[in-house]
Nanobody, 131 residues
Framework: QVELVESGGDSVQTGGSLRLSCAAI?????????MGWFRQAPGKERERVAS???????NYLDSVRGRFTVFQDNTKTRLDLQMNNIRLEDTATYYC????????????????????????WGQGTQVVVSS
């Protein structure tokens, strides 16, 4: 069974940078699935921040596009999220995720991946932004 382990969450000031990392353990099957980062702020619904498809295509939440970048290593078992020019509204618990549907089904860059089902989750890592 695949296990996702996140790290890198921290407290940061607005305008700062942070890099989150996710390791996919026991992910040995054909790498045809989406990987991505979701976040959930207190009192809000979980939202997909960035995702990457098996073909390397990416998709970003509008509010983070141009500030956040997702990186996947060649083995496709590590996924990093580089967060730059961080804003107060980026405060949330960030979750690494792996779809259980092939990325070819979930659209370009996995843009149709809601995470509501057929998704494996990490335990989450917290990002707290202060001014």
């Amino acid at each position: 069974q695949v296990e996702l382990v996140e790290s890198g969450g921290d407290s940061v000031q607005t305008g700062g940078s942070l890099r989150l990392s996710c390791a996919a353990i026991n992910y040995a099957t054909e790498k045809k699935y989406c990987m991505g980062w979701f976040r959930q702020a207190p009192g809000k619904e979980r939202e997909r921040v960035a995702s990457i498809a098996a073909d390397g295509g990416t998709n970003y939440l509008d509010s983070v596009r141009g500030r956040f970048t997702v990186f996947q290593d060649n083995t496709k078992t590590r996924l990093d999220l580089q967060m730059n020019n961080i804003r107060l509204e980026d405060t949330a618990t960030y979750y690494c995720a792996l779809s259980r549907l092939p990325s070819i089904i979930l659209g370009r860059g996995c843009r149709n991946w809601s995470g509501r089902d057929l998704t494996t989750w990490g335990q989450g890592t917290q990002v707290v932004v202060s001014s």
